[in-house]
Every structure is written in structure tokens, then in C-alpha cells.
């Protein structure tokens, strides 16, 4: 495990990155290689939230290979290709605020995959703003990155209404 935490959310999004301090491009991520929730570009990858300001849970896996989705733990789950350019990747807040080194990945850059798990979106997205005190977040989510082969953006789990709202 590389992060297990609480991380603060604005917009409702955070990112994967090779910078301490990215902050990926809305439309390179969304137009060219979107699945719902997920928008990648290279090696950046934005990641949507249900709550748009607050303290969400998540944890990160870098994995040497596929360590299997969580489709009984949480209620969206989609995957698409991630290709980092750096050798180590960051768990970075709105904006490069602030940033969570993740540790170098297992196999270096080049092709991985990147699988995303939502759990509470919805009722992330009702509350919208969360409280910064000691309450435990709303919706969590779990990224698994291992490295894999090219292959098509995947669903494998969608049940919430925001998630299935960012798939159209």
C-alpha cells in the first residue's frame, strides 16, 4: 500500500501525477482518454470525487501486477491505461496544493493500468461540502496502478447515480 488516508478535494477531483505539483489539463484528460470517473493523459490522471470540498478516504496500490478489483467492497469500478513518464508518482491535492509521494512504481514508466473504486459517491455529492473536523468522510476510493499491457477503458462496476451521470 502506498497512501491509506485522508485527502482534502476541491471540484471534486484529485490527481495522479508524476509532479509533486501537477495539475493535469480538464480537457487533454477528458477527451482523450476518459471512463467516467477517470480522465488520463499520458502519465496524469484526474480522478473525480463525489463530494466536491472536503476531506475524502483513499488508498493507493502500486502493485507489480493485477491485484484483482474490489467489485464487493464498492459500488463503481472502472479501469483505463495510465502511462507514467516518471519513475515515482504522487497522490496530488486540488490544484498542487499539496501532494502524497506514492513511492517509485514497480516496474518504472511505461504502460500500466489504472483501476478506480468509489464507495459513497452519491452521498458524497448530496453533501457537497464537508466539514473540515474530525468526521470520517463520506465516500472513499480506492487506485490500484500495475503494469499492464494496452487495452480498452473498462466498467466493471456502476451503480451510483453520479457515477453514471460522468459516463455520459
Known amino acids: 500500500m502506498a497512501f491509506d488516508g485522508h485527502v482534502w478535494i476541491h471540484d ?3 490527481y495522479l501525477s508524476g509532479n509533486p505539483h ?9 477527451t482523450a482518454n476518459p471512463v467516467g470517473i477517470v480522465g488520463v493523459y499520458g502519465g496524469e490522471a484526474i480522478l473525480l470525487t463525489g463530494l466536491h470540498t472536503g476531506h475524502v478516504g483513499v488508498r493507493v496500490d502500486l502493485a507489480g501486477a493485477d491485484p484483482g478489483a474490489q467489485l464487493e ?5 472502472v479501469e483505463i491505461d ?9 497522490l496530488v491535492e486540488w490544484a498542487g496544493e499539496d501532494s502524497h509521494p506514492l513511492g517509485p ?3 518504472g514508466p511505461g504502460n500500466h493500468r489504472l483501476r478506480y473504486h468509489a464507495r459513497g459517491m452519491d452521498a458524497g455529492h448530496d453533501l457537497d461540502t464537508a466539514d473540515d473536523g474530525d468526521e470520517e468522510p463520506v465516500d472513499e476510493y480506492l487506485v490500484q496502478v500495475w503494469p ?8 466493471l462496476k456502476l451503480t451510483s447515480a453520479y457515477a453514471r451521470a460522468c459516463q455520459s
Open 73 to 77: 467492497r464498492y459500488e463503481d469500478v
Open 148 to 155: 499492464a499491457r494496452p487495452s480498452m477503458p473498462a466498467t
Open 82 to 90: 495510465f502511462a507514467p513518464t516518471e519513475d515515482e508518482l504522487h
Open 22 to 30: 501537477g495539475s493535469p489539463d480538464w480537457d487533454r484528460c477528458f
Open 12 to 14: 471534486g477531483q484529485l
Open 105 to 107: 512504481l514497480p516496474a
